[in-house]
């Protein structure tokens, strides 16, 4: 066994410190430490507790050293769009929001009377969505302008964790590009941009690209677990992260990185920003070496996760597939990736009204309830293909699933015969893999993203679905 690997992996819902190892050009992953995750309510307003998940962070190398397992090298990674701000004296300025906080609600307009829609979208490819960070720093502009006055810095997550473990503030590039200000062309700040929506230019750091070395880890933070290592900078973006791990060295794959949100879409050297991109809300983000990840935001597994919760986490996932697939045959279905399923009072009310509104048949047991959703979300993919093919001009022959969705079969099935097309499933742990693949590429173990990428292909379980029946593609 070669050297030892740490990837931090946190997402929406919880965080996992995996440590990741190359034996005979095999990749080999272990779960160490795990933590909750979540948007805390203050009030009206949903927030990130940093200090919670920054000691997490500092738990899971505490373990590494129990384990006696101790890395070289790690790596740090978050959803994006949501960030920190620092004062002066980098201390946090003001509170850090959770993306699915409502003060962003109608900002995407007023922004476009500074700068319309269609010309944002030639800057910077990236699709509206009302949480974007241009809108958050809009909002905070807007209704709490003296913390935008003491501000002096702006990270991202994975960059502000960076910070607390290195003393080091650098941005990445990756996560940089989920916040609607870089310029798809230079792969830097739109500098104009900031300065007419009247943002301080200041806060914003050049951005680096996955594989650049923080530093070693801050004097108390070595005293308090045991060893140092060096911090990387990976796709900080989980989505980079993850579409790092896909399976295939062809030139035109298409991929699906499903867990809470579905990223759907495939990987060009150059962004694509024209009418028929935007109109139909595709975003170009950075992924590794500056390809771009030309793909859409679907809402995901996260209803079916919000129904779990209200039926008081009483069913498992497969439980729900078993009951969706009994009721295969019930008709209704709505639109997946609606504004309106985003951040509900209630998912399970909010389905059936969307259902009763269109006049279809509502549903009437736990088996109906998951299989709209676990239908709807397959049309979804569906239409989603049929999108990118368009406007890409490609065909392409598989859709490959990577990230925790890839384990839900009866969606893969669904996926598949909704496509017309073969579904590729696996790796499941696609974040924390590419996590990983940055980290050892840059220290030499594989020399290049196709020599990585075959050997997850030889390391992982892959599974494959093929269309039962030509769907909608």
Not at 155 to 167: H, I, N
Not at 312 to 323: I, T, V
Not at 377 to 388: D, F, H, M, S, V
């Amino acid at each position: 066994m070669g050297d030892y690997y740490l990837a931090v992996d946190i997402g929406a819902s919880s965080g996992r410190h995996i440590l990741g190892s190359v034996k005979d050009g095999r990749i080999v992953l272990e779960e160490i430490y795990r933590f909750e995750n979540g948007m805390k309510h203050e009030g009206d307003s949903l927030l990130w507790d940093t200090e919670h998940l920054f000691n997490e962070i500092v738990n899971g190398l505490k373990k590494c050293s129990e384990l006696g397992r101790i890395p070289v090298m790690m790596g740090i990674d978050t959803w994006g769009v949501d960030y920190v701000l620092l004062d002066e004296n980098d201390n946090v300025a003001g509170r850090t929001y959770g993306y699915r906080d409502h003060r962003t609600d109608g900002f995407p307009e007023k922004v476009y009377t500074v700068i319309p829609e269609k010309e944002l979208y030639s800057r910077t490819g990236t699709q509206k969505q009302v949480f974007n960070t241009i809108f958050q720093l809009a909002a905070l502009k807007d209704k709490e302008p003296g913390v935008l006055d003491k501000a002096r810095t702006m990270l991202m997550m994975p960059d502000y964790f960076g910070f607390r473990l290195t003393g080091v503030k650098k941005q990445e590039y990756t996560n940089a590009t989920t916040t609607g200000l870089i310029n798809a062309a230079s792969n830097d700040w739109d500098d104009e941009l900031i300065g007419r929506l009247g943002l301080p230019a200041g806060i914003f750091l050049k951005p680096v690209k996955p594989g650049t070395r923080l530093g070693a880890l801050r004097t108390e933070i070595k005293e308090t677990v045991g060893f140092d290592l060096t911090v990387m900078t990976v796709g900080s973006h989980d989505t980079a992260s993850a579409v790092m791990s896909v399976p295939s060295t062809a030139d035109d794959t298409l991929y699906i990185s499903s867990g809470t949100w579905s990223l759907m879409g495939v990987e060009n050297p150059e962004a694509v920003t024209g009418d028929s991109a935007r109109e139909a809300n595709f975003t170009n983000e950075g992924g590794y070496d500056y390809r771009y990840r030309f793909l859409k935001n679907i809402m995901g597994l996260w209803m079916i996760q919000q129904v779990r919760h209200e039926l008081n986490d009483g069913y498992s996932f497969a439980e729900l597939c078993d009951m969706a697939e009994k009721e295969k045959d019930f008709p209704s279905r709505v639109e997946a990736n609606a504004p309106r399923f985003l951040s509900p009072d209630n998912m399970q009310d909010e389905i059936r009204k969307a259902i009763k509104e269109s006049g279809q048949r509502e549903p009437e047991n736990v088996g109906q309830m998951a299989t709209v959703i676990y239908q709807s979300l397959a049309e979804a993919y569906a239409k989603t293909l049929n999108e990118i093919e368009s406007i890409t001009g490609r065909h392409y022959d598989a859709v490959n699933i990577i990230g925790g969705g890839s384990k839900a079969a009866y969606l893969n099935q669904l996926t598949a015969n909704a496509c017309g097309r073969r579904v590729i499933a696996g790796p499941d742990e696609g974040t924390a893999i590419g996590n990983l693949m940055c980290q050892m590429i840059g220290s030499g173990e594989f020399k290049d993203l196709k020599e990585a990428r075959e050997a997850v292909a030889g390391s992982f379980d892959i599974k494959e679905y093929d269309p039962v029946n030509q769907g909608t593609a």
